[in-house]
Structures are given as structure tokens and as C-alpha cells.
């Protein structure tokens, strides 16, 4: 049933002023998303030169892996073309904490940090409802 929803009705705050927006569309909802999570990924990077690896790990379950988890459950069937940048955006942060080079997969340090890209976190998801 959830795979059939395309519109969600959200309240969200923009530069300070809230607005609401009924039957918003789930690409306009994932842009917003990642435009929380790209803010996060910046801030990895900027710490990665004064934290060590355990609280940067830290600050991504706190900054990145909760904005990724909230609503996942409800919106992560819809859209998926849109993931795509996601998935971009969680590999900097990965990238990020391991103190990566820009070209460097990523895909090692995930299975060594023991969590999941995208696409398996958006499949658990549906799988749970």
C-alpha cells in the first residue's frame, strides 16, 4: 500500500519562517532532505582534521544517519531515482569519517563500520512495515 502513496502532507521550517506545504511531492520532500544532509556532510568534513575516527562516527549517527531514518519507513518506495543523490551524499560522509581521498570507494569502510548504504537501509525499511 505504501508504494502507491505520492503525496505526503508536511510541515517543515525554511529559513526560520514556517511553512506549510500540503500534497508536496516526495522529490521536493528528498531535495529538502538532502540539502539537511549535505549541511552534514560539511560539517564531517570541516571536523575531520580535529576529531579522531570514533567521534566522527559519533557525530554522523547524529547529524547524517538520523535525518536519513526519519520517515524512511514512509517515503523510501517512492522516488527511487531520486535515492541516487542520496547515496552521493552518504558516501562523502563516509568518506569523511575514514579521512578517504575524494576518489576512494567507500564501499570497504561501510562493511568495516558495520552499517548499511542506502539502498539496503531503504529495502530494511520497507521490509519492517
Do not use: D
Amino acid at each position: 500500500m505504501l508504494m502507491l502513496i505520492r503525496y505526503c502532507i508536511v510541515a517543515h521550517n525554511y529559513y526560520g519562517k514556517v511553512s506549510r506545504s500540503f500534497l508536496v511531492r516526495w522529490r521536493l520532500h528528498i531535495k529538502f532532505l538532502c540539502m539537511k544532509l549535505s549541511r552534514a556532510v560539511g560539517i564531517l568534513h570541516r571536523l575531520k582534521v580535529i576529531f579522531p575516527h570514533k567521534i566522527l562516527l559519533i557525530l554522523y549517527f547524529s547529524l547524517f544517519h538520523s535525518y536519513l531514518l526519519y520517515g524512511t519507513s514512509i517515503w523510501a518506495s517512492n522516488c527511487k531515482s531520486e535515492w541516487k543523490q542520496v547515496q552521493i551524499l552518504q558516501n562523502k560522509a563516509i568518506r569523511a569519517i575514514c579521512k578517504l581521498e575524494p576518489r576512494q570507494s567507500g564501499k570497504a569502510f561501510l562493511i568495516k563500520l558495520k552499517m548499511l548504504n542506502v539502498a539496503r537501509l531503504r529495502e530494511k525499511k520497507i521490509a519492517e512495515t
